[in-house]
């Protein structure tokens, strides 16, 4: 248990499907994170929230959309994927601020098949 | 641009050994580290972490080293045993980076019974 839950953990889609990845975080943290981790690649930071504002959009395509509606929930809506958005998604959260260290806790993922 | 890298993709070792895991980075002006383990179908897992003004830190069977002077950064596995099989990742932040992490490449630990 890592205080960070993603569902679902796994999911095929179609290149013209709408699904929608959820996260919810349990440890009362004020940022949250979406990140992409392909095969034999570092793991790449995709949207930051902080406070639920989005800080960070590092250069995602349109078809992903991120959502924050609090602090604790963070979704990745997806629409009109390509086979190589075929990934595993980890959401992650911490705290953040004066004294934090900023270690980031993921949750277990969501592996992601576009077919 | 700044980036973390790791030096050996796949490291394998006996049960019982002591296990290094290695990490360069470029950022001369990262102020924290931290290493992760992923085992197969799971998400990274917080290990240990180390600021930049200490040179060790220990904890339980594990020690991160920071050598600011070349820029290189070390987890030590003691008697590694076959649940510490998984891929290690280290990650920097920026002195100004906020909450921004870059992550390395990772390296792969096999434990051989």
């Known amino acids: 248990e890592t205080g960070v839950t993603q569902t679902p953990r796994h999911l095929v889609m179609g290149m013209t499907n709408k699904k929608s990845l959820k996260c919810e975080q349990h440890?009362?943290?004020?940022?949250m994170y979406w990140y992409k981790q392909s095969a034999k690649k570092p793991l790449e930071l995709m949207f930051v929230y902080n406070f639920k504002e989005q800080t960070e959009n590092n250069s995602v395509p349109s078809r992903f959309s991120p959502e924050c509606p609090n602090s604790s929930h963070l979704f990745l809506h997806l629409h009109t994927l390509q086979p190589e958005d075929s990934a595993l998604y980890l959401c992650?959260?911490?705290?953040?601020?004066?004294?934090?260290?900023?270690?980031?806790?993921f949750g277990e993922g969501s592996w992601l098949t576009v077919v | 641009g700044e980036s973390v890298g790791l030096h050996l993709p796949t490291l394998s070792v006996q049960e019982g050994d002591n296990s290094i895991i290695n990490c360069a980075y470029s950022n001369s002006a990262s102020d924290y580290f931290i290493w992760y383990k992923q085992e197969s179908g799971k998400g990274p897992q917080f290990i240990i972490d180390?600021?930049?003004?200490?040179d060790k830190r220990q904890g339980q069977r594990v020690t991160v080293l920071l050598n600011k002077t070349v820029k290189h950064l070390s987890l030590q596995i003691a008697a590694t045993q076959p649940g510490d099989s998984a891929v290690y990742f280290c990650a920097e932040r920026g002195e100004n980076a906020g909450n921004m992490l870059t992550f390395g490449g990772g390296t792969r630990l096999m434990v051989k019974p």
């Open positions: 440890l009362g943290h004020n940022a």
């Open positions: 180390i600021r930049s003004n200490m």
């Open positions: 992650a959260s911490s705290q953040v601020g004066q004294g934090s260290g900023n270690t980031i806790y």
